[in-house]
């Protein structure tokens, strides 16, 4: 079976540092998504992509962030300066189609240590 | 008033048991339900998803959803040990970039 595949499970990193996170969403889907889960709390969605844009962004993705589809396979998310609050799981997510948007699959996570 | 409330739990029950799981939301517009399955330190998996009020079924699975409560209900018949996970809500509308709302999660414990 297809499955989201993310790179690496864990990294650590020293705050100010960048740090990009990646992503191989299942083949044949069109929307991609990064949410974070800080240790304890909810899932929070970051960011949306279609079509080689951001189709959609919360509020905590703020300038520090930006997401990147380099090629027909990957699908990054950079963190540019990173800050101690940044240390949380950081699930990639793809669905196949807007009618289908609701079966988003996540990946397994990047736990992200920011020290 | 948050978007989307859940109990955190801990809910535990003896295995065979019906469990019962409970969401409620304040934003009329969400359209699409789901009900998601964490494993410790594991990404979210999709189990059921609504589209309407009403329910539906699938295997032990049973999602409900009530509009006009702002309520949402996910029912285990028969439940397993297996079954302990962490189980999410969420919602979303269609807005474009389909952002997703989860609720905080509520940690079930099934006990053989």
């Known amino acids: 079976e297809p499955e989201v595949t993310q790179t690496p499970s864990h990294q650590v990193t020293q705050m100010g540092q960048e740090v990009i996170l990646r992503c191989v969403p299942i083949?044949?889907?069109?929307?991609f998504y990064w949410y974070r889960q800080i240790l304890g709390q909810k899932v929070e969605f970051l960011v949306s992509?279609?079509?080689?844009?951001?189709?959609?962004k919360s509020e905590i993705f703020d300038d520090q962030f930006s997401v990147e589809r380099p090629d027909g396979s990957n699908f990054t998310l950079k963190i540019r300066s990173t800050k101690l609050e940044d240390s949380a799981m950081y699930f990639c997510?793809?669905?196949?189609?807007?009618?289908?948007?609701?079966?988003?699959?996540f990946g397994p996570g990047t736990r992200l240590l920011v020290l | 008033q948050k978007e989307v409330e859940q109990d955190p739990g801990p809910l535990s029950v003896p295995e065979g048991a019906i469990v019962s799981l409970n969401c409620t939301y304040s934003?009329?517009?969400?359209?699409?339900f789901m009900w998601y399955r964490q494993y410790s330190r594991k990404g979210p998996e999709l189990l059921m998803y609504?589209?309407?009020?009403g329910n539906k079924e699938d295997g032990r699975f049973t999602a409900q959803v009530d509009k006009s409560s702002k309520y949402i209900s996910l029912f285990i018949r028969d439940s397993q040990p297996s079954d302990s996970a962490t189980y999410l809500c969420?919602?979303?509308?269609?807005?474009?970039?389909?952002?997703?709302?989860f609720g905080a999660g509520t940690r079930l414990f099934v006990k053989a």
């Open positions: 997510a793809s669905s196949k189609t807007s009618g289908a948007q609701e079966t988003q699959y």
């Open positions: 083949s044949n889907h069109l929307y």
């Open positions: 992509f279609y079509n080689n844009e951001i189709s959609e």
């Open positions: 934003n009329s517009a969400f359209q699409y």
């Open positions: 609504t589209y309407s009020s």
């Open positions: 969420a919602m979303s509308r269609n807005t474009g970039g389909f952002k997703t709302i």
